[in-house]
Protein backbone atom coordinates (compact mmCIF):
# COMPACT_ATOMS: atom_id res chain seq x y z
CA UNK A 1 0.00 0.00 0.00
CA UNK A 2 1.91 3.52 -0.78
CA UNK A 3 2.02 6.44 1.64
CA UNK A 4 -0.76 8.51 1.23
CA UNK A 5 1.00 11.13 3.00
CA UNK A 6 3.90 11.31 0.60
CA UNK A 7 2.15 10.96 -2.12
CA UNK A 8 0.27 14.32 -1.03
CA UNK A 9 3.33 16.24 -0.32
CA UNK A 10 5.19 14.56 -3.88
CA UNK A 11 1.65 15.70 -5.68
CA UNK A 12 1.47 18.89 -3.87
CA UNK A 13 5.51 20.00 -4.47
CA UNK A 14 5.05 19.05 -8.18
CA UNK A 15 1.78 21.42 -8.30
CA UNK A 16 4.04 24.24 -6.99
CA UNK A 17 6.70 23.37 -9.70
CA UNK A 18 4.06 23.58 -12.62
CA UNK A 19 2.78 26.72 -11.20
CA UNK A 20 6.29 28.04 -11.46
CA UNK A 21 6.56 26.37 -14.73
CA UNK A 22 4.16 28.52 -16.03
CA UNK A 23 5.01 31.56 -14.59
CA UNK A 24 8.79 31.54 -15.83
CA UNK A 25 7.58 30.47 -19.31
CA UNK A 26 5.23 33.62 -19.56
CA UNK A 27 8.22 36.10 -17.79
CA UNK A 28 9.97 38.73 -19.77
CA UNK A 29 13.64 38.28 -17.92
CA UNK A 30 15.25 35.21 -19.19
CA UNK A 31 17.83 37.74 -19.93
CA UNK A 32 18.84 40.92 -18.62
CA UNK A 33 21.48 43.24 -19.56
CA UNK A 34 24.49 43.69 -17.81
CA UNK A 35 25.95 46.32 -16.19
CA UNK A 36 29.76 45.50 -16.38
CA UNK A 37 32.43 47.51 -17.90
CA UNK A 38 33.43 50.48 -18.62
CA UNK A 39 30.44 51.46 -20.49
CA UNK A 40 27.39 51.72 -17.46
CA UNK A 41 24.12 52.97 -18.57
CA UNK A 42 22.02 53.07 -15.64
CA UNK A 43 19.13 55.00 -17.91
CA UNK A 44 17.19 52.02 -19.45
CA UNK A 45 17.54 48.07 -18.74
CA UNK A 46 16.91 45.30 -21.20
CA UNK A 47 15.07 42.63 -20.77
CA UNK A 48 14.23 39.48 -23.26
CA UNK A 49 11.61 36.87 -22.73
CA UNK A 50 10.97 33.57 -24.77
CA UNK A 51 7.58 35.55 -26.10
CA UNK A 52 9.05 39.49 -26.43
CA UNK A 53 11.65 41.70 -25.56
CA UNK A 54 11.24 44.52 -23.03
CA UNK A 55 13.31 48.15 -22.42
CA UNK A 56 12.71 49.60 -18.82
CA UNK A 57 13.43 53.29 -18.20
CA UNK A 58 14.77 54.93 -15.49
CA UNK A 59 11.66 57.32 -15.34
CA UNK A 60 9.66 54.09 -15.10
CA UNK A 61 7.77 53.70 -18.49
CA UNK A 62 8.30 50.04 -19.91
CA UNK A 63 7.55 48.91 -23.64
CA UNK A 64 7.65 45.82 -24.88
CA UNK A 65 7.71 44.30 -28.41
CA UNK A 66 6.38 41.29 -29.60
CA UNK A 67 8.60 38.87 -31.69
CA UNK A 68 7.46 39.82 -35.34
CA UNK A 69 8.32 36.45 -36.96
CA UNK A 70 8.34 32.86 -35.45
CA UNK A 71 11.02 31.88 -38.10
CA UNK A 72 13.80 35.03 -37.41
CA UNK A 73 14.22 33.89 -33.72
CA UNK A 74 17.66 32.16 -32.60
CA UNK A 75 17.66 28.23 -32.36
CA UNK A 76 17.52 28.92 -29.22
CA UNK A 77 14.89 30.43 -28.53
CA UNK A 78 12.53 28.02 -30.26
CA UNK A 79 14.18 25.35 -28.49
CA UNK A 80 13.60 26.65 -25.14
CA UNK A 81 9.78 27.43 -26.10
CA UNK A 82 8.93 23.69 -26.96
CA UNK A 83 10.74 22.23 -24.42
CA UNK A 84 8.89 24.89 -21.75
CA UNK A 85 5.49 24.04 -23.18
CA UNK A 86 5.92 20.39 -23.44
CA UNK A 87 7.24 20.27 -20.14
CA UNK A 88 3.98 21.99 -19.26
CA UNK A 89 1.68 19.70 -21.23
CA UNK A 90 3.31 17.07 -19.50
CA UNK A 91 2.38 18.19 -16.19
CA UNK A 92 -0.80 18.95 -16.69
CA UNK A 93 -1.23 14.82 -17.91
CA UNK A 94 0.91 13.94 -15.11
CA UNK A 95 -1.48 15.75 -12.92
CA UNK A 96 -4.49 14.29 -13.80
CA UNK A 97 -2.61 10.68 -14.19
CA UNK A 98 -1.08 11.21 -10.86
CA UNK A 99 -4.60 12.21 -8.86
CA UNK A 100 -6.31 8.93 -10.81
CA UNK A 101 -3.86 7.32 -8.80
CA UNK A 102 -3.36 8.48 -5.44
CA UNK A 103 -4.99 7.06 -2.36
CA UNK A 104 -6.28 9.84 -1.19
CA UNK A 105 -8.81 9.50 -3.94
CA UNK A 106 -11.91 6.84 -4.05
CA UNK A 107 -10.92 6.35 -8.30
CA UNK A 108 -10.16 2.84 -8.64
CA UNK A 109 -10.12 1.95 -4.94
CA UNK A 110 -11.43 -1.48 -5.83
CA UNK A 111 -8.21 -2.61 -7.41
CA UNK A 112 -4.91 -0.85 -5.17
CA UNK A 113 -2.16 -2.46 -7.36
CA UNK A 114 -3.54 -0.74 -10.02
CA UNK A 115 -3.99 2.41 -8.78
CA UNK A 116 -0.37 2.16 -7.11
CA UNK A 117 0.94 1.56 -11.04
CA UNK A 118 -1.18 4.47 -11.97
CA UNK A 119 0.06 6.86 -9.18
CA UNK A 120 3.85 5.47 -10.73
CA UNK A 121 3.10 6.45 -13.84
CA UNK A 122 2.03 10.06 -13.06
CA UNK A 123 5.51 10.38 -11.25
CA UNK A 124 7.04 9.05 -13.84
CA UNK A 125 5.59 11.83 -16.03
CA UNK A 126 6.26 14.23 -13.70
CA UNK A 127 10.17 13.77 -13.81
CA UNK A 128 10.09 13.83 -17.24
CA UNK A 129 8.27 17.33 -17.41
CA UNK A 130 10.77 18.65 -15.33
CA UNK A 131 13.88 17.21 -17.02
CA UNK A 132 12.10 19.12 -19.81
CA UNK A 133 12.22 22.01 -18.01
CA UNK A 134 15.61 21.79 -16.40
CA UNK A 135 17.37 20.69 -19.80
CA UNK A 136 15.22 24.02 -21.56
CA UNK A 137 16.36 26.55 -18.72
CA UNK A 138 19.99 25.22 -18.52
CA UNK A 139 20.28 25.55 -22.56
CA UNK A 140 19.34 28.94 -22.61
CA UNK A 141 21.54 29.98 -19.43
CA UNK A 142 24.26 28.31 -20.79
CA UNK A 143 24.63 29.90 -24.11
CA UNK A 144 23.82 33.49 -22.13
CA UNK A 145 26.71 32.57 -19.98
CA UNK A 146 28.47 31.71 -23.31
CA UNK A 147 27.81 35.30 -24.94
CA UNK A 148 28.72 36.69 -21.78
CA UNK A 149 31.98 35.29 -21.92
CA UNK A 150 32.78 35.52 -25.84
CA UNK A 151 35.36 38.58 -25.80
CA UNK A 152 33.52 39.77 -29.92
CA UNK A 153 30.25 40.64 -27.79
CA UNK A 154 30.52 44.41 -27.55
CA UNK A 155 30.79 45.54 -23.89
CA UNK A 156 27.29 46.99 -24.06
CA UNK A 157 25.54 44.54 -25.81
CA UNK A 158 25.60 41.69 -23.21
CA UNK A 159 23.73 39.92 -21.02
CA UNK A 160 22.90 38.54 -17.41
CA UNK A 161 20.74 35.48 -16.29
CA UNK A 162 17.22 37.00 -15.57
CA UNK A 163 14.92 36.32 -12.54
CA UNK A 164 12.76 33.59 -15.03
CA UNK A 165 16.14 31.30 -15.31
CA UNK A 166 16.27 31.22 -11.80
CA UNK A 167 12.08 30.61 -11.31
CA UNK A 168 12.59 27.73 -14.22
CA UNK A 169 15.19 26.01 -12.29
CA UNK A 170 14.05 26.17 -9.29
CA UNK A 171 10.71 24.95 -10.91
CA UNK A 172 12.39 22.18 -12.64
CA UNK A 173 13.70 20.98 -9.15
CA UNK A 174 10.10 20.93 -7.24
CA UNK A 175 8.55 19.36 -10.18
CA UNK A 176 11.63 16.10 -10.21
CA UNK A 177 11.29 15.99 -6.38
CA UNK A 178 7.65 15.51 -6.18
CA UNK A 179 7.50 13.34 -9.11
CA UNK A 180 10.15 10.91 -7.77
CA UNK A 181 8.30 11.45 -3.96
CA UNK A 182 5.26 9.35 -6.19
CA UNK A 183 7.64 7.30 -7.63
CA UNK A 184 8.73 6.31 -4.30
CA UNK A 185 5.52 6.23 -2.64
CA UNK A 186 3.79 3.81 -5.09
CA UNK A 187 7.00 1.29 -5.32
CA UNK A 188 6.82 0.30 -0.90
CA UNK A 189 6.62 -3.76 -1.09
CA UNK A 190 3.08 -5.41 -1.72
CA UNK A 191 2.48 -8.59 0.47
Keep these: MANPGIQL ?5 AFIGFIGTIACTVMVEWKASSYSGDNI ?4 AMYEGLWKTCVSQSTGQIQCKVYDSILQLP ?3 QGTRGLMVASILLCFIAMMVAM ?5 TT ?3 DSPETKDKVALAGGVVF ?3 GLLALVGTSWYGHRIAQDFNNPFTPTNSRYEFGSALYLGWAAAALIIIGGSFLTCSSSEKRK
Design 75 to 77: AMV
Design 100 to 104: TGMQC
Design 107 to 109: CMS
Design 9 to 13: LGFGL
Design 127 to 129: IIA
Design 41 to 44: ITAQ
